[in-house]
């Protein structure tokens, strides 16, 4: 065969092979924008999770080895098997880990989300949201409080100890009754509202968290009564601002799992952190990784912190740039600007940068500094690729010996987006 016919076979099949993937990017697009998200409970892991066990901690990112885990992901991971009983010093927890004994494994395979270290274990109260068209779930734990100590920062001790008590002997538990009395609460919505109000959905959530709290206050009294323990629930969903945060992380993880397992997709349906690399997955790939290592995050850090202080442990909020938020959504919240964009004008340049890298813009997701024009959404790989652009995010940064420390904005690595369209290809030819 001459090298024109040759050329000509290659041009032919290339076509195919884009043809093939502009209708998957159809149908895995608008299964996420035909989602309708409910937040329908708050119950323990072990309850929600299918194929959760006692002996199970999940964590973020990409799956690892437990040896591999260091930093304070691993102190997390520790001080999750301390909190669950499964140990009782973190010498033993180490040994029932490199045993096997305790299971490490990744909150995505279990349709889970997780902040930063992203610890989750069998008794920890999720958030439940589901689609109500498609019956896809994803789930998140509550968020712990805005204190710098925070075992998803990697931190445990005895204060955190108590603060992870409180939550699922008594936040969990009035949140449940609650929401069980309403029926649930739909979050697109309340997303929507949100961002109209200067929301990220992602670095801010005051906006968003008071909506909730607005729509939900109500029925905490009604399911709960007015006791000592339903103000203390009131309080803190009135102070923390960040709480709807893992709201519309379990959001994300729904509507992005609708379009999990589209052949020839090379939509992206999730983005991950460990404390060792960023990885994504895409429609068309189903459940495999595609990894790279973590580039800097440019932060802003709190007064007396500096990036030798800090350290990465892991993160999935990235789910929220997944569906067309966070830095994604950068134009809708210009008061993070001195943390995620060094100006207004710079945050408005990465949305924009976005569309180039999506297959659409959300039909009721709206960012009102572009006349009302819908979020970017539906990163496509192959637009990464071929554009050389990669998707931007907002999140925070986390202190090396534990905590938080400021946060800032995140580039995301090329070579996990080349890898994937690579692998669609390969299953394509």
């Given at each position: 065969m001459t090298d024109t016919r040759l050329e000509q076979k290659a041009e032919a099949m290339q076509d195919i092979l884009s043809d093939r993937r502009i209708h998957a990017n159809a149908a895995a697009v608008n299964a996420m924008l035909q989602a309708d998200p409910v937040l329908i409970d708050v119950t323990p892991a072990l309850d929600a999770l299918p194929g959760m066990t006692r002996h199970t901690i999940l964590t973020s990112g990409a799956p690892l080895p437990w040896p591999v885990y260091e930093g304070g992901q691993r102190r997390a991971i520790l001080?999750?098997?301390?909190?669950?009983?499964?140990?009782?010093?973190?010498?033993?927890?180490?040994?029932?880990?490199?045993?096997?004994?305790?299971?490490?494994?990744?909150?995505?395979?279990?349709?889970?989300?997780?902040?930063?270290?992203?610890?989750?274990?069998?008794?920890?109260?999720?958030?439940?949201?589901?689609?109500?068209?498609?019956?896809?779930?994803?789930?998140?734990?509550?968020?712990?409080?805005?204190?710098?100590?925070?075992?998803?920062?990697?931190?445990?001790?005895?204060?955190?100890?108590?603060?992870?008590?409180?939550?699922?002997?008594?936040?969990?538990?009035?949140?449940?009754?609650?929401?069980?009395?309403?029926?649930?609460?739909?979050?697109?919505?309340?997303?929507?509202?949100?961002?109209?109000?200067?929301?990220d959905l992602h670095s801010r959530n005051t906006a968003a968290t008071a909506v909730f709290f607005e729509q939900i206050y109500e029925s905490v009294l009604e399911a709960n009564g007015f006791t000592a323990a339903t103000r203390d629930v009131l309080n803190f969903l009135s102070r923390n601002d960040l709480f709807f945060l893992h709201v519309a992380m379990a959001t994300g993880k729904s509507i992005a799992t609708t379009a999990s397992n589209t052949p020839h997709s090379s939509i992206v349906t999730a983005m991950a952190l460990s404390g060792k690399e960023f990885a994504i997955r895409t429609a068309g790939t189903g459940q495999r990784w595609f990894r790279a290592p973590i580039?800097?995050?440019?932060?802003?850090?709190?007064?007396?912190?500096?990036?030798?202080?800090?350290?990465?442990?892991?993160?999935?909020?990235?789910?929220?740039?997944?569906?067309?938020?966070?830095?994604?959504?950068?134009?809708?919240?210009?008061?993070l600007q001195d943390y995620s964009g060094g100006s207004a004008q710079n945050m408005v340049e990465t949305t924009e940068a976005m569309y180039g890298i999506t297959h659409t813009e959300h039909p009721q997701w709206k960012i009102p500094y572009l006349g009302f024009r819908g979020v970017p959404f539906g990163i496509d790989a192959a637009r990464v690729v071929s554009t050389a652009i990669t998707p931007r995010i907002h999140m925070g940064a986390a202190l090396r010996e534990g905590g938080h420390a400021g946060a800032g904005l995140l580039i995301a690595p090329i070579e996990p987006f080349r890898e994937a369209i690579a692998a669609l290809a390969l299953s394509a030819a």
């Open positions: 001080g999750a098997a301390l909190f669950e009983g499964l140990a009782n010093s973190v010498e033993e927890a180490d040994a029932l880990l490199h045993a096997g004994e305790i299971l490490v494994r990744p909150c995505h395979d279990y349709g889970c989300v997780g902040s930063l270290t992203g610890v989750t274990t069998a008794s920890m109260p999720v958030l439940v949201v589901e689609d109500s068209m498609s019956g896809s779930r994803g789930h998140c734990v509550l968020y712990e409080g805005s204190a710098r100590e925070r075992l998803t920062y990697g931190v445990w001790n005895e204060a955190v100890h108590q603060q992870l008590t409180w939550i699922k002997d008594v936040l969990g538990p009035a949140l449940s009754a609650a929401l069980r009395r309403t029926g649930g609460l739909h979050t697109s919505p309340i997303i929507r509202r949100a961002l109209g109000m200067g929301d580039p800097t995050l440019q932060a802003k850090y709190f007064d007396g912190i500096t990036a030798e202080d800090t350290a990465y442990m892991g993160g999935e909020s990235l789910i929220t740039e997944t569906v067309g938020l966070g830095g994604l959504s950068a134009a809708a919240a210009f008061s």
